[in-house]
C-alpha cells in the first residue's frame, strides 16, 4: 500500500514540476526540458526529480543550473498544489535514458548489415541459396 501512495505522489509532483517548467518559469537558462521521472524518499524529506533537456552538454547544464537556481520556486509550487505533510526538498537530475537508447540503436545500425553479410555467407555455404 505504502508504495502505491509513494507512486501516486511521484506522478503528482511530476505533473506539477513538468507544468510549471512549461508554462511558468522564466529562466532563459532553461531550454526545452522534459520531467521524466520523480522518486520520492519514503519519508518524503527528498524528491529526485529526473529531467531530459533537448541539446548538447552546455544546454543540459545550463538548463540544470536554472531549475536549481528556481529550486524554490518549484517547491513552492508544489507545496501549494499538493497537500502533503510534508514538501520534499527537490533535486534536480539528468536522465540519460534518452542518450543511452540511442547509443544502443546507433551500435545496431551498426551490426545489422554485418550481420546481413554473415547470413548471407552462410546460406551460400548452404547451398540454400540468396538469404531473404
Do not use: C, W
Request: overall charge negative; cysteine-free; proline content about 2%.
Amino acid at each position: 500500500m505504502g508504495s502505491d501512495r509513494m507512486r501516486r505522489v511521484d506522478e503528482a509532483i511530476r505533473e506539477v514540476i513538468g507544468e510549471a517548467v512549461a508554462a511558468e518559469l522564466k529562466d532563459p537558462r532553461v531550454g526545452f526540458v522534459t520531467v521524466t521521472d520523480v522518486r520520492t524518499s519514503a519519508d518524503l524529506r527528498h524528491a529526485r526529480v529526473y529531467v531530459s533537456v533537448l541539446g548538447d552538454e552546455s544546454e543540459r547544464q545550463a538548463s540544470l543550473d536554472g531549475l536549481r537556481s528556481a529550486h524554490g520556486f518549484l517547491q513552492a509550487r508544489v507545496s501549494s498544489e499538493l497537500r502533503l505533510r510534508r514538501t520534499p526538498e527537490l533535486i534536480f537530475n539528468y536522465d540519460d535514458t534518452t542518450d543511452k537508447a540511442m547509443r544502443v540503436g546507433e551500435l545496431l545500425d551498426a551490426e545489422l548489415p554485418r550481420r546481413d553479410a554473415l547470413v548471407g555467407e552462410r546460406a551460400t555455404a548452404d547451398g540454400t541459396g540468396s538469404a531473404s
